[in-house]
């Protein structure tokens, strides 16, 4: 069984540019989250989603969006990306929303310049 | 508002030894605390779980404690191994979100 996968694992973006980072979760699963991982920070709450609707949104600004598809697949777009934003940006998956294990992908790590 | 304190920052404990990680939470709604082993440059990993009407359970050399008075949990690793290093981070979510609210992570080395 295919693990969660992130595309790009690596990214360099210039300050102002936007950036799609995606998610496919395991075969099955419909709830996707993402989360970023700093030094400083810690994992930190984006957002979730369940069959194609947002559920909760973290403490990020507008900048930071995402949606999921009828697939389950999940983007995340930032937009007028800062030197801040460089992180390690994690999905996970589940395979409903109920008190089970949410598996992580490798993440994808994006530098902003 | 929502957060999850984790104490100690870094551990280092001698081969075999014990090795305790605590985890204070303010939702009080919280009933669901994973615990996450992340590697050097790998994904964060499950190693062990638990719901807030159990108040312990343990797994082989693993154990996780849960005091819902006090919003304490703990973990508890005996009879440590060099290939325990890693970073653990505490979580505590409410059933049917997947929002988890991670505390800061906790490096713990064990020394051969």
């Known amino acids: 069984k295919a693990g969660v996968t992130q595309t790009p694992r690596y990214l360099i973006k210039t300050r102002g540019q936007q950036v799609t980072l995606s998610c496919s979760p395991i075969s099955g699963h419909r709830s996707v989250s993402w989360y970023q991982q700093t030094p400083g920070q810690g994992l930190q709450f984006l957002f979730e989603?369940?069959?194609?609707?947002?559920?909760n949104k973290g403490n990020f600004p507008g900048r930071f969006s995402g949606r999921q598809f009828s697939n389950s697949r999940s983007e995340m777009n930032v937009s007028t990306l800062e030197l801040g934003d460089s992180a390690l940006y994690l999905c996970a998956s589940s395979p409903s929303r109920g008190m089970t294990e949410a598996f992580f992908g490798q993440g994808t790590r994006l530098t902003v310049v | 508002g929502e957060n999850v304190e984790q104490h100690p920052s870094t551990l280092s404990v001698q081969e075999g030894d014990s090795a305790v990680i605590k985890c204070t939470y303010s939702?009080?709604?919280?009933?669901?605390f994973p615990w996450y082993k992340q590697e050097l440059g790998k994904r964060p990993q499950l190693i062990i779980d638990i719901r807030s009407n159990v108040g312990e359970k343990k797994d082989q050399r693993i154990a996780v404690t849960l005091n819902k008075t006090a919003k304490h949990f703990s973990l508890h690793i005996t009879e440590t191994q060099p290939e325990d290093s890693a970073v653990y981070f505490c979580?505590?979510?409410?059933?049917?979100?997947?929002?988890?609210?991670f505390g800061t992570g906790t490096r713990l080395k064990v020394l051969a």
């Open positions: 989603y369940f069959s194609e609707t947002q559920r």
């Open positions: 979580a505590a979510s409410i059933s049917g979100t997947y929002k988890y609210i």
């Open positions: 939702d009080s709604a919280s009933n669901y």
